[in-house]
């Protein structure tokens, strides 16, 4: 008898790697879904006939309680949230609502159907906000520095108390950045790819960003999700942090795109201060020394690869939407 899981966020990049991933093992996948009139499967539009999608919402209770009773999932991955860390100061009591309540929410509705379901949480690099040490470990300090930042601690941190009041097996991914070609285009990774694609072709001239020096430990969304399923396969529910130890500059990430395409950046790219955070997070690199000894979990796509996998497709999928047909050279 396969496993059944039930993915929050399967639209999103995280949740269409998992939804694969959970395929490939033979699980039947239920994707949860908010109603829309304008519904955005782009991700997964290529697994619509192996997976099953019910409507539910993080901020309706009684809809999560009766998608778990009607699915009774082995497995619940939440990967939903409000994930774009500039729009939570612009939308921050919605932020909380989604990324700190819609936790409580599902881990109450798995209290109240199935205790035995395993529940995990996306929890995120960016509760370490105003890093108190270097690497960032499970037990180092949470210091959020943004109205997301403050909810994953929230969503986090009810995660650990339904895991310990009600013996739930109940965990927490604390994820660095991971980035896809399916990462969404208002992310940094995947503004400077796209940029660098339509620079190439012609159909701009120049990319506008930020921080240039702000650090970040970027990783592969495949990879990661991979680690989300290793850690519901344990005996005993425990948190990690999954990161690949290595720190990378926004500007470096400009640099290597660019000359990947044959470009120079110095020539593209603008910075203004409309882009800068309210509070930046300067440095964040993570020690997933526990994942790697607990769960055997590493990395298999490295920072240079995984740019290149990104410019690379933004390319292809630029010259098909715009009809363009170019030498790429110096690729």
């Known amino acids: 008898m396969s496993k059944r899981a039930i993915i929050t966020g399967i639209t999103g990049q995280d949740g269409s790697y998992l939804a ?9 996948v239920v994707g949860v879904v908010r109603r829309s009139s304008a519904p955005n499967y782009w991700r997964i539009e290529h697994l619509l006939d192996r997976i099953h999608l019910k409507p ?9 309680i009766r998608a778990i009773d009607e699915v009774r999932p082995h497995e619940f991955y ?49 509760m370490f906000g105003k890093v108190r040490e270097t690497p960032q ?26 895991r310990e009041s009600y013996d739930l097996f109940a965990v927490s991914g604390i994820l660095f950045n991971h980035e896809s ?33 702000a650090h970040r430990d970027w990783g592969c969304a495949g990879d990661y999700v991979r680690a989300m399923w290793m850690m519901l396969q344990r005996d005993q529910p425990d948190d990690y942090v999954i990161a690949t ?30 882009l800068l955070r309210p509070a930046e997070v300067d440095h964040l690199i993570g020690d ?16 240079e690869g995984l740019i290149s996998l990104m410019v ?16 790429l050279e110096g690729k």
């Open 20 to 28: 694969e991933l959970l395929l490939e093992k033979g699980y039947e």
């Open 56 to 64: 539910a919402d993080l901020l309706d209770q009684l809809s999560m």
């Open 78 to 126: 939440n990967l939903a949230a409000m994930s774009f860390v500039p729009a939570s100061w612009d939308q921050p009591m919605l932020t909380g609502e989604f990324n700190a309540l819609g936790v409580t929410r599902v881990l109450d509705a798995i209290r109240q159907v199935d205790t035995s379901i395993r529940f995990y949480q996306a929890s995120s690099s960016e």
């Open 137 to 162: 470990a499970e037990n180092t300090p949470f210091y959020p520095r943004s109205p997301y930042g403050v909810a994953k601690v929230f969503g986090h941190y009810i995660t650990v108390n339904y």
């Open 181 to 213: 070609p399916r990462r969404g285009l208002e992310f940094v990774t995947r503004k400077v790819s796209d940029g660098v694609a339509r620079i190439k072709l012609g159909l701009a001239e120049s990319l506008s960003l930020g921080n240039l020096d």
């Open 245 to 274: 130890g290595i720190s990378h500059s926004v500007r470096d990430l400009v640099e290597l795109a660019f000359g990947h395409a044959g470009l120079e950046w110095q020539k593209h790219v603008r910075t203004g201060p409309k």
């Open 288 to 303: 997933a020394s526990k994942a790697r000894q607990e769960l055997g979990w590493e990395p298999t796509v490295s920072f």
């Open 312 to 327: 690379d497709a933004d390319l292809e999928r630029v010259v098909h939407s715009s009809g363009s047909v170019v030498k």
